[in-house]
């Protein structure tokens, strides 16, 4: 019930007045919110004050500056809130409260009042409103002792999305010095951006109070470059962050991007695919740190390839490789995105080994395909920079068999010629082996098995017609000249006919 001594009190004009001359002193605002959190990049101001946060970018051909877009930064109150009510005067109807789901709170006297969604100077003008009915000008305070966690959505190019519930940082309680997480501990909640995301279009969407959505559009790419922090908006409960799909890719601006401390870790193991001209191809774990396997040969040994980042370099040694027959100049590499698309980014290998232009070496995404063409012309030269690189493995194996010196598996360096392996199998047998042709047997990596004859010429350089570079588990079948032939289908016959002339001289005596 209404204390009816402070009823009297108030209702005498003398001390109403006298109490009203001390409130505009002591109060200057009926719905003055005190106690309010201090967020570390946004001040909290009266909606009437809101100015509008304008995302600068740095122009460029790529680029260009975001529309200016208001977005309230003001606290709303929600299930979880812990506030104090302050009624001025009347001490016992002043009382702490946690803000139930549904956002009503029971005063005494009046009963529920609805919260939910409004500041806290917005709560108190409506308390105030409701206790008006029983107390002439009631002066109302909220103090927030404890906001709720921030529950917050993540969409678009990220490597889990979802919802997540943040924690707030520094204080606690009744403590006023907490702090709200930003759009950037958002993102590294969701374990980081993916490769394929435009982080000059990231939006934040706020439903404020009983309002319409607001949309703000960040450019984080800024904030790499120049850091500044007011493209990291603090968050509030309910909001949700959207990272699209880029429509256009440059390489140095991906590398740079995935430096940063919102991208993927680079220490997530992704599985990718490699296809063409590699000596192993097939799907792969692509980690950082030593890969085993990096320039492997057949025979099972490997060689490891150093620390380094997932990239697709690494991708390459994983599956062996590249065959002489590699374009490095055209590889491909097909992404899939969040949105359903998929994003197809031209690689230039060669210009990483001609200039060192590590951003050719992009960082490998989970789900990426990367396709090895073959080239329609070998430049000698070039093939043989080419296998002295971590791009080649360190050693490929091919069989030799038949009339040499030697005959077995050989180990012989990337891009090495038929003579070249000729020579490693000890060269032609003598008198035996037939010099004019041979015969080179292949695998192809359709599973299709082609054999065709070779004119040899060890006067010859490095040619398709005499002087092939050769390939992973190439067989060459060096046959039998045409003495060699008779020879032993002469041995053939006489082997039987000794036998039975030894025989003979057995039973019969001579």
């Excluded at 003008?125 to 709720?148: G, H, M, Q, T």
């Amino acid at each position: 019930m209404l204390n009816t001594g402070l009823l009297k009190f108030l209702t005498q004009p003398a001390a109403g007045v006298a109490l009203l001359a001390t409130v505009n002193v002591a109060v200057p605002s009926a719905s003055l919110a005190q106690g309010q959190p201090v967020l570390p990049t946004t001040q909290i101001t009266p909606l009437t004050q809101i100015t509008p946060i304008t995302p600068t970018r740095q122009t460029s051909p790529t680029t260009q500056t975001s529309p200016s877009v208001p977005i309230d930064t003001n606290y709303s109150l929600g299930g979880g809130d812990r506030i104090r009510v302050n009624v001025f005067e009347v001490p016992e109807y002043t009382g702490e409260y946690q803000i139930p789901p549904g956002g009503a709170i029971n005063l005494p006297l009046i009963g529920s009042v609805s919260v939910l969604g409004l500041t806290t100077e917005q709560a108190s003008d409506e308390i105030a409103r409701r206790y008006s009915r029983f107390l002439k000008r009631p002066l109302i305070s909220i103090n927030l002792l404890s906001p709720r966690p921030i529950n917050v959505f993540v969409a678009g190019e990220v490597t889990r999305p979802g919802a997540y519930t943040l924690s707030l940082s520094g204080g606690a309680g009744d403590n006023p010095g907490v702090q709200y997480p930003t759009v950037l501990a958002a993102l590294t909640t969701a374990q980081g951006t993916l490769g394929s995301a435009d982080m000059t279009q990231v939006q934040l969407r706020r439903k404020v109070g009983r309002g319409p959505e607001q949309v703000v559009t960040l450019n984080l790419e800024e904030l790499v470059q120049t850091g500044r922090l007011t493209q990291d908006i603090t968050l509030r409960d309910g909001d949700t962050i959207v990272v699209p799909t880029a429509t256009t890719f440059d390489l140095a601006r991906a590398r740079n991007l995935s430096a940063a401390n919102f991208a993927a870790s680079p220490n997530t193991p992704r599985t990718v695919a490699i296809v063409g001209e590699v000596n192993r191809p097939g799907s792969y774990l692509v980690t950082t740190g030593s890969t085993e396997g990096g320039n492997a040969t057949t025979t099972g040994t490997s060689q490891p390839t150093g620390s380094g980042q997932p990239t697709i370099t690494r991708a390459i040694q994983l599956a062996g490789g590249i065959t002489p027959q590699a374009n490095v100049r055209s590889i491909i590499l097909r992404r899939p995105t969040r949105s359903g698309s998929e994003q197809t980014l031209d690689i230039n290998l060669w210009q990483l080994l001609e200039s060192g232009d590590i951003n050719q070496d992009l960082i490998v995404q989970d789900g990426d395909t990367i396709f090895i063409p073959t080239a329609t012309e070998i430049n000698p030269a070039e093939a043989t920079q080419l296998a002295t690189t971590t791009l080649s493995p360190g050693r490929i194996q091919v069989g030799v068999v038949g009339e040499v010196k030697r005959p077995g598996a050989v180990d012989i360096q990337p891009n090495s010629s038929l003579n070249q392996a000729l020579l490693a199998a000890g060269g032609f047998n003598d008198a035996r082996a037939s010099r004019g042709t041979v015969d080179l047997v292949r695998l192809n990596p359709n599973g299709s098995v082609t054999k065709r004859q070779v004119k040899v010429d060890f006067s010859q350089g490095i040619n398709e017609e005499t002087n092939p570079i050769l390939r992973n588990n190439d067989v060459v079948l060096v046959s039998r000249s045409g003495i060699a032939k008779t020879s032993d289908t002469l041995s053939t016959i006489s082997g039987p006919l000794g036998t039975i002339i030894n025989v003979l001289r057995f039973f019969v005596g001579f």
